[in-house]
């Protein structure tokens, strides 16, 4: 069974840290660009970041600076590093894998894949 797994979510002070995870089962998550999506409350999915099958990387306006996408070595796991977390951070965190023009970051649509999310909540 394809899958894409999200962890790491949790409830964190304004100005904190958290890791997110998103790993891959039934594919090899290297050939893919991996994208991390946000939805909060009333609001639209968003893109925030994407590493491609490549290693480049893009990040949201909102997050560039705070966020840092990696993949391990083995590229079975990408990361979502969030450090100085906001309020308005607060949302459904959700991994996607694309397949086709993988080797770029190129914008958040055509996904292939789908994680069922992580939820953060950044309050005090």
């Known amino acids: 069974q394809l899958q894409l797994v999200e962890s790491g979510g949790g409830l964190v002070q304004p100005g904190g840290s958290l890791r997110l995870s998103c790993a891959a089962s039934?594919?090899?998550?290297?050939?893919?660009?991996i994208n991390w999506f946000r939805q909060a409350p009333g609001k639209e999915r968003e893109g925030v970041s994407c590493i491609s099958s490549f290693g480049g990387t893009h990040y949201a306006d909102a997050v560039k600076g705070r966020f840092t996408i990696s993949r391990d070595s083995a590229k079975t796991t990408v990361y979502l590093q969030m450090n100085s977390l906001k309020p308005e951070d607060t949302a459904v965190y959700y991994c996607?894998?694309?397949?086709?023009?993988?080797?770029?970051?190129?914008?958040?649509?055509?996904?292939?894949?789908w994680g069922k999310g992580t939820l953060v909540t950044v309050s005090s």
């Open positions: 996607a894998a694309r397949l086709v023009g993988a080797t770029m970051c190129v914008g958040y649509s055509g996904m292939n894949f």
């Open positions: 039934g594919f090899t998550l290297g050939y893919y660009a």
